[in-house]
């Protein structure tokens, strides 16, 4: 791990496919929780709709997109300390691993059942490793 955090510069070019790469890594994986909490262990992965607040059934599309914003999201973080911070991927690894676990404030305080809550943190783990992995693998 600790080449991942040498100080090699990024190469700004790489960025985006990088960010796609983790980003369909954390995808499947999502996917996969996703179909292991629906299907094998019966879940229903209730939650509220951000458009009506009704309780709703958590559908796998939304996983999908959540991901793929989390995917943007750390790819425009990672150019911008790229461009303005002395060692970006250290820094990078830093703000990563706070913005998942601030991130985990969102699924706990949703109205619903604690197996649904933990699927939902579950999730927030498996996006952050592969995109955050990629994002400093794949740029040197």
Do not use: C
């Amino acid at each position: 791990m600790n080449h991942l955090l040498d100080d090699a510069p990024v190469h700004s070019g790489k960025i985006l496919l990088a960010a796609a790469r983790g980003g369909l890594i954390a995808i499947a994986a999502n996917l996969l929780l996703y179909l292991v909490a629906t299907s094998l262990l019966g879940l229903q992965l209730l939650v509220p709709s951000p458009a009506t607040g009704e309780i709703a059934p958590l559908p796998a599309l939304a996983m999908v997109f959540a991901t793929a914003v989390g995917a943007v999201g750390g790819a425009l973080v990672f150019a911008a300390l790229a461009r303005f911070v002395r060692r970006p991927r250290h820094t990078f690894l830093i703000v990563s691993v706070v913005f998942t676990i601030i991130s985990f404030a969102s699924p706990a305080v949703l109205p619903t059942d604690l197996a649904t809550i933990l699927v939902l943190e579950i999730a927030h783990v498996l996006a952050a490793i592969p995109i955050t992995w990629t994002l400093l693998r794949d740029t040197r």
